[in-house]
């Protein structure tokens, strides 16, 4: 498998993480907010993961998003921008999956929700050979 073909899946991994949180937020009562903010946390790592694996190298297996995203700004300067908001959401990685005094509201829920799309846009648009696999005709779509 090439480069772009594993980073691709990463990515969809993460998309799939993304679309899990935000569909959780809508559609639960109560809302299960450490779930949504955990699966934010884990989007922004498989955002992350899959850029360095298209620059060749091989991701560190941590959760520590803020030092993940350091590794990404070895490739590009801009991910400068993001370093905070990794940092952030780090925190969202094992606070949430066990249990712990950290309460989660639905504030944080909608801050993870909103930086995680983000972050995940910014990574994915910086690999131009994964916009090219969106222009391609979706398979389920009915021909007229």
């Given amino acids: 498998m090439n480069k772009t073909d594993l980073a691709r899946e990463w990515f969809e991994i993460a ?6 949180a935000a ?4 559609n639960m009562h109560p ?3 450490e779930i949504i903010c955990y699966h934010c946390q884990q989007s922004v790592e498989k955002a992350l ?3 360095l694996i298209n620059n060749e190298t091989e991701p560190p297996k941590i959760h520590d998003l803020e ?3 350091q590794m990404c700004a070895k490739f590009n300067l801009s991910f400068e921008t993001i370093r905070e908001t990794c940092r952030k959401l780090t925190d969202y990685a094992a606070s949430t999956r066990y249990p712990s005094l950290v309460e989660i509201e639905k ?3 909608v801050f993870a929700l909103r930086e995680a799309e983000r972050v995940y846009t910014f990574c994915a648009d910086l690999i131009p050979e994964l916009r090219l696999s969106d222009q391609e005709p979706d398979n389920e779509a009915p021909s007229n």
């Fill in 31 to 33: 809302r299960p907010l």
């Fill in 107 to 109: 504030v944080d829920a």
């Fill in 67 to 69: 030092k993940l995203c």
């Fill in 49 to 51: 993961k899959g850029f």
């Fill in 15 to 20: 998309e799939t993480d993304l679309h899990t």
């Fill in 23 to 26: 569909y959780l937020f809508e």
